[in-house]
């Protein structure tokens, strides 16, 4: 699949070949790399093993934030999402690109530590203590409505048990829609494993 999107030449930002794209072609390019690039950096997490595409083997922009409702190819400009304004799909995709860009950048220094010679216990639990105060800070940074709650599950309290199964869209989890739910999980899991990768090395005889 990287192959196959290098040779469409996705690596490459449409910006650099001006007149070839029009403004939602390459918004639509942007976005298929970076998902390739999020899948790769995904699928490096729970395999434990390094990327294929590099942190800086390409070119491509990071897509815009657009309202993804009414972007189309008839647009002129971008309707760029508020930064205070709804959330949605342009808005999660974006934030799951930072997500992957932060998992990629911190395998990267990783693996430089691993290639040392002998590299010490105590250099490696300084750079997983590293990593965990960045991983804190980016989910700190993260806008409200991605954050989770102080028990990982949201901010709003859990439902109490219920004999039906059955829950409307927006009626899970204590008003939260059930797709904002499955964004933050995805954060949540995503982040706690790249943290635990960091550790368990040196918890290995």
């Not at 030449?9 to 690039?37: F, H, K, N, Q």
């Not at 083997?57 to 897509?63: D, E, N, Q, V, Y």
Request: charged share 20%.
């Amino acid at each position: 699949l990287v192959n196959i999107a290098r040779t469409m030449g996705l690596d490459v930002d449409p910006d650099l070949t001006p007149g070839r794209y029009g403004l939602y072609e390459s918004e639509a390019r942007r976005r298929a790399w970076w998902d390739i690039w999020w899948w790769d950096a995904y699928t490096s997490t729970l395999s434990s093993r390094a990327p294929l595409i590099p942190l800086h083997a390409f070119s491509t922009r990071l897509p815009l934030d657009v309202d993804e409702e009414v972007f189309t190819s008839a647009c002129t400009s971008a309707p760029l999402l508020s930064p205070t304004g709804k959330e949605g799909v342009g808005r999660w995709f974006g934030m799951r690109i930072r997500l992957a860009q932060l998992v990629k950048d911190i395998k990267s220094r990783t693996s430089l530590l691993s290639s040392l010679e002998h590299p010490s216990v105590l250099l490696s639990l300084e750079h997983a203590s590293q990593c965990e105060v960045e991983i804190k800070q980016w989910l700190s940074d993260l806008p409200p409505a991605f954050r989770m709650g102080s028990e990982g599950l949201g901010e709003e309290p859990c439902m109490p048990p219920h004999s039906s199964m059955t829950l409307s869209s927006n009626a899970s989890h204590g008003g939260t829609p059930p797709t904002l739910l499955a964004q933050r999980l995805d954060i949540l899991m995503t982040t706690h494993r790249l943290a635990m990768g960091l550790y368990l090395p040196s918890l290995r005889p």
